[in-house]
């Protein structure tokens, strides 16, 4: 189940070796340097056929913190997103240039497994979309097909559902269908699939958006505690939330070719968090986060 052509870090093998849900996690450091680096993102283009949808990208992600990605809607954050696990390989048309390092190792080589990748950068979708099943078999059917005995399962739905703070909610009824879910747990348990496959990243690309303000505040609580587990990429659009969870801001925005009527994305501005939204070096990035633009 692991893939030899991506080098090995904590946590990639044995979905048990999560731990218990409640075992003290090691302490945060919110926008710390020096925290080891995941991902080294270096010149990446994607295209969507001839379209260059973002335009030479570079930035890192450290390991345990929170990088949100902000800006205007069409800038590419998903797209940018899609490119750090491989899903935009299953988009009809969509092509990566550039390198996307994970631990130095680019996911784009030849020989990287794919479906490896994902497991160990899983995602989670601004809609929940809870499977049509149980809400222990929505958990579960990850490590079932990744080969985890079914002796093991029990385990990993219970320590996952913690994780996801909806194990409570849950604990009496995980038979019953998950789509009778409210939205706020239904996307608290596509956080609890993602994490029962252990991966060492969590992406999500505005998670909350179809939230209201009180499930919202649930998921933002929860990011916080997962990042002293995971890392975390997430893409939104609400500035709050941004400055509110993440240590890490790539603000992006976009260029407009006049000659072909193009619009690509470029990233303006990376910085702590703190910094771009108090002092950011470039102008759009403060038209931006005050609301004067976008
Ligand atoms: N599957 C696709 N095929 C062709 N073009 C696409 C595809 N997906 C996205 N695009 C284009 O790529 C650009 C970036 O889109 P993307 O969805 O990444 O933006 P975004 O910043 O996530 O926007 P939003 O905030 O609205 O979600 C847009 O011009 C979009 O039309
Ligand atoms: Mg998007």
Known sequence: ?????LPAVGRTVDPRRIGPAHQPAPQRHPGALGNATVFDINDVNVYYG???AVKNVNFTVAKNEITALIG?????????????NRMNDLVPGARVEGTVAYH????YEPGVDPVEVRRRIGMVFQKANPFPKSIYDNVAYGPKIHGVARSERDGIVEDSLRKAALWDEV?????????ALSGGQQQRLCIARTIALAPE?????????????????????LMV??????????VTHNMQQAARVSDKTAFFSTEVNEVSDTRTGVL????????????PSDERTENYVTGRFG
């Open 225 to 234: 505690d997962l990042a002293r587990q995971f890392t975390i990429v997430i």
């Open 268 to 279: 303006v501005e990376f910085d702590d968090t703190q910094r771009i939204f108090t002092t």
């Open 104 to 107: 130095g190792k680019d996911i």
């Open 171 to 179: 604990k009496d009824k995980l038979k019953q269908s998950a789509l």
């Open 72 to 84: 205007p809607s069409g800038c590419g954050k998903s797209t940018l997103l899609r490119s750090l």
């Open 50 to 52: 001839s379209f260059r």
């Open 1 to 5: 189940m692991s893939d030899p052509a």
């Open 201 to 221: 990243v969590v992406l999500m690309d505005e998670p909350c958006s179809a939230l209201d303000p009180i499930a919202t505040a649930r998921i933002e609580e």
